[in-house]
């Protein structure tokens, strides 16, 4: 026993000291931590040659030009393009992040889907090409059978460019009017415009670049509005001539931040504020006699401001003093290239024809529309020329109805698309039931106001189809998914850049080979076309969707396939405005809910950091949100130290946010930029479509606001809904 | 000896401009392949080798001012070359380059000790708490210029160093001996939208951030620690300078240390 | 640690430093070496076979 | 049964008693091991730390049982160096608690880094001018004195002495024991120092960072001279803890006297030293970089001036005071008050230029960092607690560790002999024996 125990001692520990002479443990150290260095689960890069390509981005209505490294085929870095006269190399975070949308496998929609589960289960299955078109085209055909061509829908973010186009003659050659373009602020310039100008169709722009000062009325210039960079680069420029940024918003957004002079005024207000600078304007006579001499009705509209909005009239209800609207109007008009700019936070809702008029009278008395650094009416593209069709009986019939969503009639038939109409119309069955909707690059199921009404309209209807990408939403709700290249896969042009003066057309390229079993499509839409009946093939003349876009292009296809975008930058435009000021404006409708019940007034934020549009904010965006805005998985509303204390609310802490629309939970984060009374809450939160880097993170404010018919446009003219705040 | 090649690149932010807009953000994740998690909410967790701040005047409602400042990697160099980080590395995993005045990171030398990061007043430097993991098909977007880094180890902005020895490559293939300044741009510089950011050559004259420098608004942060960094802002707010720095009440802003 | 890692500088700081380390581990090491040569010796003397006092 | 391997003519508790003791203290072992694998295998998002709060509870856990375990480097060179032979009688002990508190330390460290398996890049790829690179050389070295110094004690067990080359080693280190003790001493001045260096040479954070003489920032003086004064108190205190629940006098109180005495002045000239050094950073050295001390110990939830309060005046100056009057020192609640403040106040000195120095903000635009450890910080911190109870306990009941024992308390001899005999003589209260607790 003894013997055997003093062994096995001697034999330990002459063991130990053994191996530890030997080279074995040093060996193994070395090795452990070369293998720490490599470790198989940290992935390691494919080298190979690099290579840049340009393209255009078209994530948002920006049309930057990108440039895009690979290497050898596969791209991995998304930069602005130097060349491109929009973003000058400039490029914003979601550009940035645009691979991600590519790559991103878990929101990718790989090859066409049919629904097999509940809607919105998510559960789908696969299907190849050719059944997803043959299905398409036997519900698309059973529907003309029965004589309701009428009664498919489309909705779409643009109109504009070749593929829309190929969308919306193959909705006219079915026979539906309904092709509905999701809303933006320039449909209310637009209406506005038409109003005062008697121009239709014109496309509204600013002249940033040649401004010495912006007065902007609650556009988040910084957050996304218009082309992002351009205006980046606009605010930079206008830094540099020491020029001036004035910015009426009830919150210190980035542009408020940004601006030279904050003026905090009562949310809903913007447009009495914008009246009352006219009423300052053409009292000091300090208007542009010049312009306003050529225009014609400035005596009916000074009486109607100077009656209504003389500014000590008007102080209160905005919170911004007599005197400071006194002294802003001055400096505006005294500047020698100043704008006035509206369309709210990144522009999405058209807002109240009132508010646009209002902007339009204080560029049209300080004179700068048409001029340089002023607000400028240039025409749409015109280079669709495609050969007139014949419709059938079916499609002809079809034509005859009213479109569904009430627009281009009746009382708003100068409005183009109301898609704010779309659900109630659905729900309420107008003149005729939607049997079928189809959804390119939009996800309304999303982006509508009044989620919960929405997601019910789209329950009604038998039919919905998506030509998503991605997992969104509204593809989650759909019956069929034909999913699209994304827009580093495959050809677009890009026939302007949203608010910019110059003519543009860029054209997207593919970059890199569809990764997954896509189409574009422009590519579907003409293979449906061709199966349905011969007189919608007979408007589709084109094999496929890149014939169809040369064509359409014609010469210029050579000069953007080597640049990736044409321009005009000497274009100037038309001198001559037949400009007439009203006489007397509809007040904008009063934002929904009960004063006495909902104490704060709800207005929803926008950030450039959190894409509230279609596309939900890819991963390396959403991690530079900051933790004011996304906590875990909460969202985060903004209310004035004040509000909180009336509330008895804590900084970061849990609270319940209501409305008439519904009820949330959110944390509160306290801070002074914002006004008493004013709940701020982020958008392109709370998606449950997408993968786990962005859904269930936050709430979508679209559950919570609803929207309001503006009495003369018909359009959305809500910017906020009544609330209430509540501790949790 | 000294090399009559030496630089010192820095950067130049003009604060005036920035928007907050996020863009050098991403345009450095992208660049450095720096890794996501579902959750970055918890932004003491959240590597952001370019991180913007955002901080107020203090003033209530109305009168509140909002600054942002994106922040890289200040490469410090001390006196010397002796700045906060390089100095206690035990492993000589982080160094500061006398011929470019940048500190560098060794990934795989670090051993995750983390006293340079309690060392850096800036919190620049960032942990890997976790193994960085890519969502389905994503990893096809890293770049193979910039090595991901492995779990339990420092990383940090290297000014984007990979893109100066891309540029050294290309101009000695040209048979030029130095890169031009518009050859080496960091990532974030490039992608600023709103051109706030210069980058170059902090003692070549001719370099546009030797004249920015001067600037009667430029300052650095925290000089007065004495960690010499090569980044500077200029802002025109008074309040933005002296809050890049830490004063006594009775001190008016911008007093300079002796030494 | 040792003047062939290539982050090894002959400077004052490394002769301070890595002096001072390798003079205490040669002290340590000397000492043990002596204690352990002279216990090999002692044991081969036959010492310690009875239980002596030691303390 | 193991009575073959316990020391002659001293008494132990019985087999199965010491076995409940061990499988209680092996049962908290197992959760800090089962942690520390949790960490090793999933890393350090296992923990609450951030980038902001890098340096933790760890690290505040090595700089404090190095600044408790400093008895046995100050006991060693009072008896080697300055020849007090009296403390023969505690030297062991203190050998014992610093071996723990080291291993202990170097454990934390290998749990604490991001990559363990490239710890040894440390030694490899030195930076000679990082405290850190100091203190892991000196640390290591010192722990090799340090088992080198607890090795003769383990041969001196009744079994292994019998072993002729044991015996002889054991004889002969004990002859060469003060070169050991006195490079020992010298491995500690640098390393104890080095650890204060940490925090005192971060020059971007101006509630740690100190000026000095040559590279030491005077934190590197403060904190040698604070774990030389404080050590000897935690080594009276684990004795004291030791004696209650063995239910035996183990120490002669001259020796505990003599040790309290010096500790009591070191600690009494420490705190001057300490105060001044305090006053000069608040008064000049922080001003100098924009700072009102006020404002380390406003404005935030945690850290406010009773943390300085609590450090110098009620757990440094008041045991100090104790220390230093004979009558303090013969009291015997005076002096366990007094160790024990003295404990508390060395560890809060090394809390507060870990954590607190973590948690100031320096821009002044950023906040305070605040942080509160996860389950898994928190066993492996106390891994080494139970890791010291099962190691004293073994030791003391197989080793000589008390010269003084046999002598405290005699045993009649046909007890002595009586080998599997049942004791009933110990009272050793299993569930409350904790005694090398360091907080």
Known sequence: MKIDRRSFLAFGVGGAVGTAITPLPWKLMDDSSIWSQNWPWTPVPLDGAINYQPSVCTLCKGGCGINVRKIDDRPVKIEGLKANPINKGGICLLGLSGLQLLYGEDNRVKSPLKRVGKRGSGKFKKISWQQAITEMVEKLGAIRLKAQSHTLACISETELGTTASLIGRFMTAFGSKNYIRTPSFLDSLEAAILKTTGTSAAQVAFDFENSDYILSFGSGLLEGWGSPVRMFMANSALEDKKGTLAQAEPRLSNTAAKADKWLPVNPGTEADLAFSMCAVIIQKALYNTNFTAAATGLEGFKSFVTANYAPEKIAKSTGIKAEVITRIATSFAKAKNPVAVCGKGSGDTPGSLKESLAIVCLNALVGNINKKGGLWLTSEPDYIKWPEFINDDASTAGLQKNRIDSAQSGKYKDTRFLLNNFADAVLDDYEYPVNALMVYRANPMYTMPDSEKVKKAFEKIPFVMSFSSYMDETALYSDLILPDHVFLERYEDIPFASGYTKPYIGLARPVVD???????????????????????????????????????????????????????????????????????????????????????????????????????????????????????????????????????????????????????????????????????????????????????????????????????TGLDAAWGIRAKLSPA | MKDFHEKKYGMVIDLDKCTGCGSCMVACMSENNVPFKEDETKKRLSITWMKVYKFTNGKSFPETEVCYLPRPCMHCEGHGGHSPCVSVCPATATDYSTETGIVSQIYTRCFGCRYCMGACPYHARYFNWWDPVWPKGMEKQLSPNVSPRMRGIVEKCSFCYHRLQLAKEKAYSEGRREVRENEYQTSCTQGCPAGAITFGDLINPKHEVYKLKKDQNAFRLLERLGTNPKVYYISSREWVRRAGDNYLAHEKTGKKQNH | MFPFNFEWIWDISHLVFMGGLWYALGIIGTGMGYCIIKTISDTAQGKGAHHDEHH | MDSALIPVGVKRC???????????????????????????????????????????????????????????????????????????????????????????????????????????????????????????????????????????????????????????????????????????????????????????????????????????????????????????????????????????????????????????????????????????????????????????????????????????????????????????????????????????GVCLNRWVMVLQVMAVPVMSFDTWATYCPSWQEVATTILPVAYAVILIAISYRYLPIFPQEAELNPIAPEEALADEQESTEETADVAGAEPAAQT
């Not at chain 1, 805005?629 to 609310?649: C, H, Q």
């Not at chain 4, 100056?317 to 013969?330: C, E």
Request: with cysteine; hydrophobic share 50%; glycine share 8%.
């Open chain 1, 514 to 712: 569809p990764l997954f079993d896509t189409m574009n499509t422009g590519d579907v839409i003409i293979q449906i076309a061709k199966r349905i009946s011969n007189s919608i093939a007979g408007a589709f003349p084109w094999k496929d969707y890149e014939t169809c876009l040369k064509e359409t292009l014609g010469s210029m296809w050579a000069q953007l396939e080597s640049q990736g975008f044409m321009t005009d930058q000497s274009y100037t435009p038309p001198s001559t405005v037949n400009f007439t000021f009203p006489d007397k404006i509809a007040d904008a409708p009063a934002i929904e809910g009960d004063r006495g019940k909902y104490l704060l007034t709800l207005v929803p934020v926008d950030s450039i950091r959190i894409n509230c549009g279609y596309i939900a904010n890819p991963p390396f965006a959403t991690k530079t949100v900051d933790d004011t805005v996304l906590f875990e998985n909460d969202i985060l509303v903004e209310i004035n130290p004040a509000t909180a204390k009336s509330l008895g609310l804590r900084d970061r802490k849990k609270a319940v946010l209501e409305t008439p629309k519904g009820k949330a939970s959110v944390r509160v984060f306290i801070t002074d930029g914002i006004m008493p009374g004013v709940v701020g809450m982020p958008k392109g939160l709370g998606h449950f479509g997408y993968d786990s880097y962005i859904a269930d993170k936050g709430v979508n404010v679209n559950a919570l606001i609803g929207s309001l018919e503006d009495p003369e």
């Open chain 4, 14 to 344: 019985s087999f199965p008693k010491f076995m409940l003791l061990l499988g209680a203290a092996g049962a908290v072992l197992a959760w800090g091991v089962f942690a520390m694998l949790l960490i090793w295998i999933k890393g350090l998002n296992q923990t609450n730390m951030n980038d902001y709060y890098g340096f933790a509870i760890w690290i505040w856990a090595d700089l404090a049982v190095i600044a408790i375990g400093g008895g046995a480097f100050f006991s060693g060179f009072l008896k080697y160096i300055v020849g007090k032979d009296e403390l023969k009688n505690i030297i062991n002990y203190a050998v014992l608690l610093g071996f723990i508190c080291y291993s202990s330390a170097l454990l934390i460290l290998a749990i604490d880094i991001g990559q363990p398996l490239r710890g040894w890049f440390i030694f490899w790829h030195a930076n000679v001018h990082s405290m850190l690179t100091e203190v892991a050389f000196c640390l290591t070295c010192y722990f090799i004195v340090l088992t080198i110094e607890y090795l003769p004690l383990v041969l001196e067990n009744r079994k292994l002495d019998k072993i002729p080359f044991f015996h002889n080693l054991t004889h002969n280190m004990h002859e060469t024991m003060a070169v050991f003790a006195a490079t020992g001493a010298f491995l500690s001045f640098f390393h104890q120092g080095s650890l204060g260096g940490v925090a005192g040479v971060l020059f971007g954070r101006p509630f740690a960072f100190r000026e000095g003489v040559l590279i030491w920032p005077w934190t590197f003086f403060l904190f040698t001279w604070s774990a030389a004064a404080f050590g000897p108190c935690f080594t009276i205190l684990a004795t004291k803890i030791l004696e209650k629940v063995t239910g035996k006098t183990l120490v002669k109180f001259n020796v505990i006297d003599l040790l309290a005495r010096i500790s009591g002045w070191m600690m009494l000239t420490y705190m001057i030293a300490k105060i001044a050094d305090t006053a000069y950073w608040a008064f000049v050295l922080a001003p100098s970089k924009g700072f009102d001390v006020g404002f380390f110990y406003t404005n935030n939830e945690f850290y406010g001036w009773w943390i300085l309060i609590l450090e110098l005046v009620i757990c440094g100056i008041v045991p100090a005071l104790i220390l230093v009057t004979k009558k303090g020192r013969a009291s015997k609640t005076a002096l366990t008050t007094a160790v024990v403040l003295a404990v508390i």
